[in-house]
């Protein structure tokens, strides 16, 4: 089965046939569909790697997250996935497991694949500088979430400051003097915004944080748990728990119900991200809505420029997120 059966069976062009199932020119939908049906009805298979190989692209972009086990990037993934296949691309997604070095092959490997761009959330602040420097040389690059410093590529994602605003203001508002912060440790630019963001709004609405009141840990729902033991069997538990992540929430949650410590009727707890699991837990949990569609829609947008050449400074992309106010406070 060749193009011009596919073309005859459609009535269009073999060109109309070649743009629609390849994506590289915009074509109609109602156009694409009917291209579409025709090469499934017939059987149809276009040589890719030749067609690949013609163009000098793939139509192929990797990706590069930290981790597919946290439910934040892996809706972020679903999302980027989305918003390629509507650019008529396709995603190659690698986790890094957090480990720099596994990371450095990850990129490596997507390089030697011949990807047309990467997307990338970088595990470390400086540990990933070297990999991400590299790659960004080699072909266009995105930093998404988080980023590293000293790299000339285009970024985009949450104000981590406004998020953080947003929740102290709301916890002000409940009355709330004293604080807690409990984050992972400080590796990367997310974590490092956030923690500064805390400290920046509590100290500008007047609300107490104590020594020992900043905890840094790992994204988890184990370290969450840890973290509560640890607020609890000081003595010294404060008006509110903020956390860096919903992960490590749900983890402060569990150990308050265990403890008997009522949410929030002596302690309010707030997340950052608002995964699935955030409206399921008991209470139901306050938190930081990140724009994970228009994060994952302006990155893509970012590299189709970059892929046609499209010369300009790198841009620093940082959306507005809003708070999801749920029972956890009140």
Not at 14 to 24: D, E, H, I, Y
Not at 123 to 142: I, Q
Not at 152 to 169: F, I, N, R
Not at 204 to 210: D, E, H, K, N, T
């Amino acid at each position: 089965m060749t193009i011009r059966d596919v073309a005859a069976r459609a009535q269009v062009s073999t060109a109309t046939v070649s743009r629609a199932l390849s994506g590289a020119r915009r074509v109609s939908p109602d156009v694409v569909q009917q291209v579409r049906r025709a090469a499934e009805d017939l059987g149809y298979s276009g040589n890719g790697i030749a067609s690949a190989l013609r163009r000098s692209r793939t139509d192929t972009v990797g990706m590069v997250v930290p981790s597919i086990a946290n439910p934040f990037f892996t809706s972020l993934v679903e999302s980027v996935e989305h918003a390629l296949q509507q650019a008529g691309r396709q995603l190659f997604l690698c986790s890094s497991r957090s480990d720099p070095d596994l990371e450095a092959q990850r990129v490596r490997s997507l390089v030697a694949r011949q990807v047309d761009g990467i997307v990338i959330s970088p595990v470390h602040g400086t540990d990933s500088t070297e990999a991400v420097g590299w790659a960004a040389a080699e072909l266009p690059l995105v930093q998404v979430d988080r980023y590293v410093r000293g790299v000339p590529t285009d970024w985009v994602g949450v104000d981590d400051d406004a998020g953080l605003g947003l929740v102290v203001e709301h916890l002000a508002a409940r009355g709330v003097r004293s604080a807690a912060f409990v984050s992972s440790q400080l590796t990367n630019s997310s974590t490092e915004l956030r923690l500064a963001g805390f400290r920046r709004h509590t100290e500008r609405l007047g609300i107490a944080v104590g020594r020992g009141s900043v905890l840094l840990g790992e994204y988890s729902i184990d370290w969450g748990r840890k973290a509560a033991a640890a607020l609890l069997g000081s003595g010294r538990l404060p008006d509110a728990v903020v956390c860096a992540d919903d992960l490590i929430a749900l983890g402060v949650l569990q150990t308050c119900s265990e403890a008997g410590v009522a949410v929030p009727g002596e302690v309010l707890v707030t997340g950052f991200d608002d995964i699935p699991f955030s409206a399921l837990s008991a209470p139901p949990l306050t938190t930081v809505r990140q724009p994970q569609e228009l994060i994952a829609a302006e990155a893509v947008r970012l590299l189709q420029q970059a892929l046609g050449r499209v010369p300009g400074e790198p841009a620093r992309v940082a959306l507005p997120p809003s708070l999801v106010v749920r029972a956890s406070t009140g």
